[in-house]
């Protein structure tokens, strides 16, 4: 089968692509299989040096990267050169982490009781069309500084950045067979992963409807799983709170990557009081993004991600909205900064648009404001605006949700743990957490009698 991408801003053709079906599949876990014996015994330091050597490949190669990521993808190129910027730091980091994933001496009686983080062998990797490189190197970097092989299976309509990476990484010196990418449908190359006998673990992200089938399928094997999965994560203004500095931060939160963002902060709470002069200041702020060529630097929306999901985003705004941004003419699959007045039981509150579409909702006090942003079946990501510091901490513990910013938006560094509560996923990525995902406790007991 051919694959035929277009560029998102302008329609144009990008590339051509042969796609891989379950043979290619079966021959990347067979390759994989091989190289992992090896590549487990790679001594630490040579493994670390591997990494590094990526990472600085990557740094080398991030202007074309970004380039390459912002034409697949329609995402303004500050953002990509921002994301390549985080990939190789991802690198930098696991490549510092494979000497400091200690296993643990446990006081038992009769002997010495220690631990090893064992690796679990072939990996497959599902991601998806959003944040096509750096949600692969969550997933690529702490695999194989366990010492894993890895079989990675970018989305369809976003391969372009992860099949350099493959090149990448060979050219750093990482055996064949270790890191495989594989372009192809879900329905053939992912679900071959799933299902195939070889493959030890699936690390997915992606939506929680094939999530959902991703653990089934999973189920057969015991295949473990790490699923990274939707949001509709709130962000929650008191009136306290120093609301200028919020509603000039709130349009990015879900604005950023045309909406397009699993932590896109979609539900905007606001406090009765603040309500009316918060909403003015949120729509000066939405005014102000710049939509427009994702090639230019000042550029900080670009279109969707292609024609259809254009029309899925377009199926929320069914009325007149209460704010709707302008596009650019012509070409390209544009979808205007819109902002709805809703009630958390709307459609728009309670399905994940993965568009720039924000659904306000008005709240009256702490306990209010906590129900409302628990009421949703996703739990991933979220924030709190108040200058009243106790608050923030009793809100933040009263929140189902797996990363939390206060007085910020921002959810994700390198160093930090990341995943979802509830329909958003288990398992996390990124910092020493995700190393856990990719390596599997053994306990061995020596006995020092006789
Ligand atoms: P998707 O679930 O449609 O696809 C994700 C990946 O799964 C793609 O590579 C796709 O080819 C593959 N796939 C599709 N069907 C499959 C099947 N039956 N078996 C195996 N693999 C299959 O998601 P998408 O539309 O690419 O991405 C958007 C979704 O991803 C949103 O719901 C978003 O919230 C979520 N997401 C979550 C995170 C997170 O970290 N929690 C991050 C980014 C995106």
Redesign the pocket.
């Known amino acids: 089968m051919t694959l035929r991408l277009v560029n998102p801003a302008t329609e144009q053709p990008l590339a051509e692509l042969e796609t891989a079906g379950v043979e290619e599949t079966d021959r990347a876990v067979a390759a994989a299989k091989e190289a992992f014996p090896a590549w487990r015994a790679v001594a630490p330091t040579d493994r670390a040096r591997l990494l590094r050597r990526l990472a600085a490949l990557v740094e080398e190669h991030a202007e074309e990267l970004a380039l390459l990521e912002t034409r697949n993808v329609g995402k303004p190129i500050a953002d990509s050169r921002g994301e390549v910027g985080m990939v190789a730091e991802v690198f930098h980091f696991y490549a510092g982490a494979v000497d400091k994933h200690y296993g643990q001496t446990i006081p038992v009686a009769g002997g010495v009781d220690v631990t090893f983080r064992e690796p679990l062998g072939v990996v497959g990797l599902?991601?998806?069309?959003?944040?096509p490189l750096n949600?692969a190197s969550?997933k690529v970097g702490p695999a194989l500084a366990c010492g894993n092989t890895v079989v990675l299976?970018?989305?369809?309509?976003?391969p372009m950045t992860a099949l350099r990476l493959g090149e990448l990484a060979l050219e750093a010196g990482i055996p064949e067979g270790v890191f495989t990418v594989l372009v192809?449908?879900?329905?053939v190359?992912?679900?071959r992963?799933?299902h195939h006998p070889d493959v030890a673990k699936?690390g997915?992200?992606?939506?929680?409807?094939?999530?959902a089938?991703?653990m089934r399928?999973a189920a057969e094997t015991i295949k473990r799983v790490t699923?990274?999965?939707?949001?509709k994560s709130a962000n929650v203004v008191f009136a306290d709170a120093d609301l200028e500095r919020a509603a000039a931060a709130a349009p990015y939160a879900v604005f950023g990557n045309a909406g397009?963002?699993?932590?896109?902060r979609s539900r905007i709470l606001v406090q009765r009081e603040a309500y009316d002069r918060f909403v003015d200041l949120l729509v000066k702020a939405t005014a102000g993004v710049r939509v427009g060529d994702p090639e230019d630097a000042k550029t900080e929306m670009g279109p969707l991600v292609s024609a259809h999901?254009r029309e899925t985003v377009a199926s929320f705004v069914d009325a007149e909205p209460f704010y709707r941004g302008a596009v650019p003419e012509g070409p390209g699959f544009w979808y205007p900064c819109t902002l709805v007045e809703a009630t958390n039981d709307d459609r728009v509150a309670r399905e994940?648009v993965?568009g720039p579409v924000a659904a306000i909702i008005p709240f009256t006090d702490e306990a209010d404001a906590v129900r409302i942003a628990n009421d949703t079946p996703y739990g991933?990501s979220g924030s709190i605006w108040t200058t009243n510091g106790a608050r923030a901490l009793r809100v933040a513990r009263a929140l189902d949700t797996g990363v939390l910013s206060i007085n910020s938006n921002s959810s994700v560094r390198v160093s930090t743990p990341?995943?979802?509560f509830k329909q958003?996923?288990f398992g996390r990525?990124l910092g020493m957490h995700g190393l856990d995902g990719y390596s599997e406790v053994k306990n061995v007991f020596m006995s020092t009698e006789g």
């Open positions: 599902i991601v998806p069309w959003n944040f949600i969550w299976k970018p989305a369809e309509l976003t192809g449908p879900g329905r190359v992912g679900e992963l799933i699936i997915f992200t992606g939506s929680t409807e094939v999530g089938g991703v399928g699923l990274e999965l939707g949001g397009q963002d699993c932590c896109a999901h994940e993965f991933l990341f995943g979802g958003s996923g990525e």
